[in-house]
Structures are given as C-alpha cells and as structure tokens.
C-alpha cells in the first residue's frame, strides 16, 4: 500500500514534454485550451504555477483501500507522445504540443509518462502532433 507523496524533483536540465489541448475553432483562427482548465494557451508564452500543490487520497474499500497522490495544481504533460495520443484516442479536437519544462521548475513524475510541473514554456515554431 502506498501511504508516501511522490518527491517533487527540481528539473536539471530542459525536460521535453507533450502538452495535450482542445483545439477551439473560432471564424478566422482556432484557439487551444487545456482540457480540464478552461485556459488558453498561446505559442510562445511561459507558463507557470506557484507550486505544485499534492494532496494524499484513498480509492477502494476496506482491505481494498490504496493511497495516491492526487495533484491539486500544477501544469499537466505528457513524457511520451505515444502514450498521450493513447490516453486521447477517439478525441478528435486535441492536439500535442511540444512544449518544455525549464531548468530550475519543480516536478513530479507519474505512472503511464503523466508529468506535472510549475513551469511550461512553448516555444514559438514547436512542433504540433495530431491524432
């Protein structure tokens, strides 16, 4: 049973990330949201989040009980553009921005190539992966 946090780890180096977002169109030009926030983001911005914000929660019952970190806040990516197309399949408005994790941000990695952090930087000309 898992009763620890994850330890948020300092990045060394620029870490490559895969950031999925819903592709909003609009009359002369689309616009791309995260999913889940209701953000928009735009080419060529730094974004970033005080800290990251995990809390410990319980799924299951009885002798069944396990414990995960849940995060609370933070800027959500992908490690691998395989599996992120994989957890999108079937969404046909999403793509995958290559964006960055910058030396010096806190993050935290999870199963399945999930990566959370305090910054995300997309670089003017990244590459976008469709479905």
């Not at 049973?1 to 977002?21: F, H, S």
């Not at 974004?47 to 799924?59: A, N």
Request: proline share 4%.
């Amino acid at each position: 049973m898992k009763d620890k946090l994850p330890k948020v780890k300092i990045a060394q180096r620029e870490i490559k990330v895969y950031k999925a977002l819903q592709v909003i169109p609009h009359r002369f030009y689309p616009t791309y949201e995260s999913p889940f926030r209701d953000f928009e983001y735009k080419e060529g911005y730094h974004y970033s989040e005080d800290s990251l914000e995990v809390q410990k929660t319980t799924f299951g019952w009885n002798e069944a009980t396990q414990y995960v970190a849940k995060v609370e806040k933070g800027l959500y990516a992908y490690t691998s553009l395989r599996w992120a197309k994989r957890e999108w399949e079937g969404y046909t408005d999403m793509i995958f921005v290559e964006m960055y994790i910058p030396e010096g941000a806190e993050y935290l990695e999870g199963d399945d190539s999930e990566i959370v952090s305090t910054e995300l930087i997309w670089y003017k000309g990244a590459k976008i992966h469709h479905i």
